[in-house]
């Protein structure tokens, strides 16, 4: 179960990571989006931002589905990491 858990917090560390270099990469607009690496970006990272797109529609063209989607990853992080001792698991 803890092996379970810790692949879990991992995964969300790696998402986070491919997020904030999606985030960053929208500040250059000379990006075609449409070439590889970033369209694997893209196909990995978007399905999850427009779920808060829907929610929280680009404002004054400023986008803050990923403020959201990062608190909604850091929340679920914290969550799984406290799950062990909740449970009454042992490192």
């Known amino acids: 179960m803890y092996l379970l858990i810790s ?28 070439n590889q690496p970033f369209a694997a970006l893209g196909q990995i990272t978007d399905p999850f931002l427009n779920l808060f797109r829907s929610i929280i529609p ?17 929340l679920v992080s914290s969550l799984l990491s406290g799950l062990p001792s909740a449970i009454g698991l042992r490192y």
């Open 7 to 34: 692949t879990l917090i991992t995964f969300i560390s790696i998402y986070q990571t491919l997020l904030i270099i999606r985030v960053l990469l929208t500040w250059f607009p000379t990006i075609n989006w449409y």
């Open 58 to 74: 680009p404002l004054g063209g400023i986008d803050f589905s990923p403020m959201l989607a990062f608190l909604v990853l850091y």
